[in-house]
């Protein structure tokens, strides 16, 4: 009688055995789909700036020109290049930069220092500094 429970089993076992691999299996497949499909939704929800292709809007630097994915980053509203150093807002295809208050040029709205006077807090510049700073920016070519 043992041996015939330990036969039940084993066939019992095997059976159950191949059911979770086909369940696995069915699983894994239904899951790889689902990530093909959010792959697919959310390319179409991404907003590129550029020129138009077969494939919609690719992704290009509005400062450089530079449409390598390698080295364009997509930041949600922001499209930064890391050749340049330049960020693209998506919503107008125009660089993202902000007036700096210490020197009054340019600079990126993200970055911790201006690039042209160092400057990170964010305080306007009295008259004297602005101008000294600004010969300094001038005679180094900026």
Known sequence: MDQLKKEALRKGLKTVRKVVTVVG????????VSLSDDDESSNDEVLFVGDDTSDGVEMKCAHCGNTDENSLFDEKEE??????????????????LVECPFCHRMRDRKAMYCRWCNDS??????????????????????
Not at 79 to 96: A, F, N, P, Q, V
Not at 121 to 142: C, H, N, V, Y
């Open 121 to 142: 807090a964010w305080q306007p510049s009295t008259q004297e500094e602005f101008e000294e700073t600004d010969r300094i920016l001038k005679d180094m070519g900026f």
């Open 25 to 32: 299996a069915f699983a894994g497949l239904a899951y790889l």
């Open 79 to 96: 499209i930064y290049c890391s050749k340049c150093h330049h960020r693209t807002l998506k919503s107008t295809g125009e660089d993202d």
